[in-house]
């Protein structure tokens, strides 16, 4: 059991550039969730996928877009890159079983410059 | 006013200490409590979930008052492993989805 994946590990960007992030679970989950962590902000809820074919907008959906692409997989993009998105960007998933614990994937952080 | 607040700290306490961290959050709907750990440039994992009832998890103690809308976590005997930041954590139903909400986390060292 991988858990939950993403990648890249690291990106720098340049202003106006686009990429797509990308994040995987094997743990058969519903639920999908982007979040960025900011210092002194804590982390911020981007996008939420309630479940295959449907998303949600976050607390800071603007400059970005996702896909829910099938239960497994839910990207994150940026069409065109802005320095107020350098971050540290975070996929999770979550146990709608009994616990409702969430699981994080180990974080993008991205640069744009 | 933020939905989940905490003290950011840092806490710096000798090991063998006890300290508690509070949180109050705003959201009267909210349906589950949490404490998260989160090392430094690592991803958040689960802690440890609360109950009204209160519970405990070894040198961990959660507290949860519905009515004041307050959490709080002790931790006894602190050891140097236990340096991280602790996150209060809200989940509350969307009609569509569990939203879990952050607080921006209260950081612990623990020294020698």
């Known amino acids: 059991n991988a858990g939950v994946t993403q990648t890249p590990k690291f990106q720098v960007l340049k202003t106006g550039q686009s990429m797509t992030l990308q994040c995987a679970q094997d743990?058969?989950?519903?639920?999908m969730y982007w979040y960025r962590q900011d210092p002194g902000m804590g982390l911020r809820l981007i996008y939420y996928?309630?479940?295959?074919?449907?998303?949600d907008k976050g607390e800071v959906p603007n400059g970005y877009n996702v896909s829910r692409l099938n239960k497994r997989e839910f990207s994150l993009r940026l069409e065109s890159a802005a320095p107020s998105q350098t971050s540290v960007y975070f996929c999770?998933?979550?146990?709608?079983?009994?616990?409702?614990?969430?699981?994080f994937g180990p974080g993008t952080r991205l640069t744009v410059t | 006013r933020k939905e989940v607040e905490q003290d950011p700290g840092p806490f710096n306490v000798p090991e063998g200490a006890t300290v508690a961290f509070n949180c109050t959050y705003s959201n009267s709907a909210s349906q589950s409590f949490f404490w998260y750990r989160q090392d430094c440039r690592k991803e958040p994992k689960l802690l440890m979930s609360?109950?009204?009832s209160g519970n405990e998890d070894g040198r961990f103690t959660a507290q949860l008052n519905r009515a004041s809308q307050y959490i709080s976590l002790l931790i006894r005997d602190s050891k140097l492993s236990d340096s991280a930041t602790y996150l209060c954590?809200?989940?509350?139903?969307?009609?569509?989805?569990?939203?879990?909400?952050f607080g921006t986390g209260t950081r612990l060292q623990v020294t020698l």
């Open positions: 743990m058969n989950h519903n639920s």
């Open positions: 954590v809200v989940r509350t139903y969307t009609g569509t989805a569990s939203k879990l909400t």
């Open positions: 999770a998933s979550i146990d709608r079983g009994t616990s409702y614990e969430q699981y």
């Open positions: 996928s309630a479940s295959e074919g449907t998303t």
């Open positions: 609360v109950y009204s």
